[in-house]
């Protein structure tokens, strides 16, 4: 093993064996905490965002089924909205 090898080894030994790798209080289950709460906060927040994506994301197709069926509606009858 190269000198280059082994030092890079025993760094990354020291670097993961650290103190500062344990869990967080939330991730021990102590949901009372500020910081538990807040995680919370950020996940519901995410989650009214992807709602919201698909609600648009959704109402697109439906502005888009309504459209052509007026536009097919207009093209059988001859007669457009906007000569009304």
Request: aromatic share 10%; glycine share 6%; hydrophobic share 50%.
């Amino acid at each position: 093993m190269t000198l280059r090898a082994a030092l890079s080894s025993v760094l990354s030994m020291l670097l993961l064996s650290s103190s500062t790798l344990n869990a967080c209080t939330a991730c021990f289950g102590k949901t009372d905490e500020a910081l538990a709460q807040g995680m919370n906060a950020g996940i519901y927040v995410m989650l009214v965002f992807v709602a919201a994506a698909w609600v648009f994301f959704g109402s697109f197709f439906v502005f888009i089924a309504r459209r052509s069926k007026r536009v097919n509606a207009e093209a059988e009858t001859g007669e457009s909205a906007s000569n009304q």
